[in-house]
Each structure stands twice: as structure tokens, then as C-alpha cells.
T-cell receptor, first 115, second 113 residues
Framework: KAGVTQTPRYLIKTRGQQVTLSCSPI?????VSWYQQTPGQGLQFLFE???????NKGNFPGRFSGRQFSNSRSEMNVSTLELGDSALYLC??????????????FGPGTRLTVL | GENVEQHPSTLSVQEGDSAVIKCTYS??????FPWYKQELGKGPQLIID?????GEKKDQRIAVTLNKTAKHFSLHITETQPEDSAVYFC????????????FGGGTRLMVKP
């Protein structure tokens, strides 16, 4: 099975712009979660989407948003980019067959640089 | 919310030695504890996980132990090899938080040949 794929792998934007990142989960996986990784804050949960609905949200401003499509692919959007948004954005997918916790598998990430 | 602390932040061992990384968590409701290995330029790779209904789990050279009373869990790597060099992250979550993993700060493991 192919793993989690993320596009693009690298992105350079300027302050004030917006950006959209894409994630395709492992085939058959129905949940997609997004994480931000920075040297200062480490790995932080952004949000999870399952059945096209946001299930959980981390402590990030409203500039960060996402959506999930009927084929489980997901996109996240960051509007009005700030320098501090420079980070590796990771997507993780899981089966979500029932309630409770789930094993998550990460993609390679999108490296976003804001100038 | 959950808080996970991880120690040490860096660990250097000789090839063939064992390495131990420790994590503590704050939320007694946490019941799922995965460990991830991240190599340069790659996303985190799941190496082992443990649920709160077991105290220990082993997979070849890797083992994880869980002490629910003390709220800490540890990763043990035996017979380390240079390819084990990477950053390792512990994480925790519970049924209510679902897939919202709270990560430790990471441990940079260096295995010297």
C-alpha cells in the first residue's frame, strides 16, 4: 500500500499571503489529522477530519482551517501568513473504524517558509 | 489538557549499547502511547505503541514499558546500530481526545560506530 502523500513538499510564501496544503491518506483510511512541527514548539496538533467533519481542534488561531473530501483526501489552509507560520506541516492518517484511539501514520510533510 | 515531558533531549551511545528514553504524562485518562522515529527530511515513523491495558510490549530490539501508577512510559532499544540514529518522539492520547496526540519534546539519539 502506498503511504500518506503530501503536496507540495516545499513552499515559499510571503507574509500576508495564503496557502493550501494537500494530503492523501493511506487507501482505506478515513481520518486525517494535521500537525505543525517547529524547532521551538515541537509537534503540535492542529485538527482532525473524519467523514468530512472536523472532530478535534488544537489551540491555533482561526487563520488555520481545513476540510476533507468524500474520498478522505484533506486540505489545510492558512490565511494571512505570518513569519511564525514557517514550519513543517505533517499529515497523519488512520482507519477510524470505531471510537477511541487509533494508530496514526504520518506523511513526509510540507516545508512552508514564510518570508 | 495533557502534558508530556521527554528525557533526555540528546543521547549518545556506542554501537551495540542499549538506549533508554523516558516520558511522563499528566492526564490519568491517557490510554494510548505511541513512539515515533523521525529521520532528517522525513515524517515521523511509528516504531511501537502500547495501550494502557498492558505493561510491556516488545518488537525485536525495541521494547516499551508503561507504569500507569507513576504515569510514565519508556522506550528501550537494545543492540543499537548506527541506523538507529534519529529523533525519537513519545506521545499520549485518550479515548476522548481521539487522534489528538500530545507529543514529548523529542530525543536526538546518536549511535557512534
Amino acid at each position: 500500500k502506498a503511504g500518506v502523500t503530501q503536496t507540495p513538499r516545499y513552499l515559499i510564501k510571503t507574509r500576508g499571503q495564503q496557502v493550501t496544503l494537500s494530503c492523501s491518506p493511506i487507501s482505506g483510511h478515513r481520518s486525517v489529522s494535521w500537525y505543525q512541527q517547529t524547532p521551538g514548539q515541537g509537534l503540535q496538533f492542529l485538527f482532525e477530519y473524519f467523514s468530512e467533519t472536523q472532530r478535534n481542534k488544537g489551540n491555533f488561531p482561526g487563520r488555520f482551517s481545513g476540510r476533507q473530501f468524500s474520498n478522505s483526501r484533506s486540505e489545510m489552509n492558512v490565511s494571512t501568513l505570518e513569519l511564525g507560520d514557517s514550519a513543517l506541516y505533517l499529515c497523519a492518517s488512520s482507519l477510524r473504524q470505531g471510537g477511541g484511539t487509533d494508530t496514526q501514520y504520518f506523511g513526509p510533510g510540507t516545508r512552508l517558509t514564510v518570508l | 489538557g495533557e502534558n508530556v515531558e521527554q528525557h533526555p533531549s540528546t543521547l549518545s551511545v556506542q554501537e551495540g549499547d542499549s538506549a533508554v528514553i523516558k516520558c511522563t504524562y499528566s492526564d490519568s485518562a491517557s490510554n494510548y502511547f505511541p513512539w515515533y522515529k523521525q529521520e532528517l527530511g522525513k515524517g515521523p515513523q511509528l516504531i511501537i505503541d502500547i495501550r494502557s491495558n498492558v505493561g510491556e510490549k516488545k518488537d525485536q530490539r525495541i521494547a516499551v514499558t508503561l507504569n500507569k501508577t507513576a504515569k510514565h512510559f519508556s522506550l528501550h532499544i537494545t543492540e543499537t546500530q548506527p541506523e538507529d540514529s534519529a529523533v525519537y518522539f513519545c506521545a499520549a492520547t485518550n479515548n476522548n481526545a481521539g487522534n489528538m496526540l500530545t507529543f514529548g519534546g523529542g530525543t536526538r539519539l546518536m549511535v557512534k560506530p
